[in-house]
């Protein structure tokens, strides 16, 4: 068809497109608890090819704004949901210039004539913390969609364009756009007791499976453009408890980031002399600002870096373990990727370079590389290295990720874990700095591998849960 034609033919799908709806409310359901998984309420949403508007009302934007090319999709939209904004414009020549928090493209691409050019039109939406959610359907399903439009089950539509991920996945790429996340949903589309629940919320996210659903989706965001090096402030958050031996070579290899840094310890009762060493070292370093926060009989390194985020004043914070198993030589790198645009939350991995002998048991080596996959798996970006002490994260992204931690709830002891599911669910770009590991010198691990073993596992199934399953 010509665009003319598609737009003759929504223009004629218009006043039953309610009625298909409601036929399939199963199949809309599930992408509705999808964009509501992934778009925060109160956010300002734009969806192109909004239809009659009934996703973007479900989403309970603060600013929503729905774009169709078919003014009398536009017409019924308007009248169906008085609250919202609706406007026929077309995506492959866009007319609207607002900036919006998350941009909607549900099962469009398929109907495009050239998705290239309607990905060139996203940047006059978009801006650096901007994300793009886009479903569209699976190849693999092309004769199943087929038939049951063939058999009424199905509303038919033009001639469908049949995209693979990596086809999308270019696509956004050659347009300044990178992919946060990727996966398909959906092994059942029409509602079976007991079965389609089975299916769509357990098995359709298991190894195999997972790539065989109905629905394949992508969560996107612009291509960061290169600030200068000196954009951040930087604060480095010590959680510490008895690493009196440690803090001399601490000051010594600490670098000078970006606008400025401060260093902060949080110290958990030492009582071999930590905090008296602090001072006695931090009074010949004149010019680098030092807080000592005491934990007050609060234990944990969760509860440590928290206090010591809620004390810091920088634009970038750090986390960098006392034990100096991570140089702090490597905050550089780390300061790098955020400022260059490269991640939005730097993971450090100790399992890429070889280590120093003893830094490292065995049995820590084997546990480290099973949660690897398992948490790669369950938060659907590369995670090498779960507990490696060293992240890093900009204050703007901490403070929503604190936002919306009741949605995990208080579970992390360790603190890594937090930050990790609260960075996923809000679909920041996790990346992972290869660091060289180092054996402790002074003091003993704080880690035990069979009591914080199983609590990972208690933890691994959390994300899952919340996750995967929601």
């Not at 469009?108 to 569209?136: H, N, Q």
């Amino acid at each position: 068809m010509t665009k003319a034609e598609k737009i003759f033919f929504f223009n004629e799908s218009a006043g039953t497109r309610d009625a298909w709806r409601a036929r399939n409310r199963y199949y809309h359901s599930e992408l509705r608890d999808f964009f509501r998984f992934v778009i925060p309420e109160n956010a300002s949403v734009l969806e192109i090819g909004s239809g009659t508007g009934d996703l973007l009302a479900e989403l309970k934007p603060s600013r929503g704004l729905g774009v169709d090319f078919s003014p009398a999709m536009t017409a019924a939209a308007k009248k169906r949901h008085p609250g919202l904004s609706f406007a026929t414009d077309d995506v492959e020549a866009l007319v609207t210039a607002e900036k919006f928090d998350y941009v909607v493209m549900q099962d469009l691409l398929g109907s495009l004539d050239d998705i290239w050019l309607a990905f060139r039109s996203l940047s006059k939406v978009t801006g650096p913390e901007t994300r793009i959610a886009i479903t569209s359907y699976n190849p693999l399903w092309e004769p199943l969609v087929i038939l049951a439009e063939a058999a009424g089950l199905k509303v038919k539509n033009p001639r469908q364009n049949w995209l693979a991920m990596a086809d999308i996945e270019n696509l956004l790429y050659l347009n300044n756009y990178e992919v946060i996340k990727k996966g398909h949903r959906f092994l059942m589309p029409f509602e079976i007791p007991l079965l389609s629940p089975f299916l769509n919320k357990f098995l359709a996210k298991m190894p195999f499976f997972k790539n065989l659903g109905l629905v394949q989706f992508i969560v996107a965001r612009e291509t960061p453009a290169r600030p200068s090096p000196a954009a951040y402030s930087a604060s480095v958050i010590v959680p510490c408890r008895n690493e009196a031996g440690n803090i001399e070579q601490l000051f010594k290899e600490l670098p000078a980031l970006g606008k400025g840094t401060e260093l902060i310890f949080v110290d958990g009762d030492s009582n071999d002399g930590t905090v008296e060493k602090i001072r006695e070292v931090s009074a010949r370093y004149p010019g680098l600002p030092v807080k000592i926060i005491p934990q007050g009989g609060a234990f944990g390194k969760a509860d440590a870096v928290r206090k010591g985020f809620d004390a810091a004043s920088g634009d970038m914070f750090m986390i960098l373990d006392a034990d100096l198993t991570v140089v702090p030589e490597d905050l550089k790198k780390f300061y790098a990727a955020i400022a260059e645009g490269k991640g939005e939350f730097i993971n450090g991995s100790r399992l890429v370079y070889p280590m120093e002998k003893g830094a490292m048991r065995f049995l820590n080596m084997i546990g480290n590389k099973t949660f690897s996959l398992i948490f790669t798996w369950t938060l659907g970006q590369r995670i090498k290295d779960t507990l490696c002490g060293t992240k890093v994260l900009l204050r703007a992204n901490y403070e929503k990720i604190k936002a919306g931690r009741a949605y995990f709830g208080e579970f992390d002891p360790f603190g890594d874990f937090d930050l990790l599911f609260g960075a996923s669910k809000l679909n920041l770009r996790i990346t992972e700095m290869p660091v060289s590991y180092k054996e402790r010198k002074y003091g003993e691990t704080k880690i035990s591998r069979f009591r914080h073993g199983l609590l990972l596992f208690r933890m691994a199934f959390i994300a899952f849960k919340k996750l995967k399953l929601s």
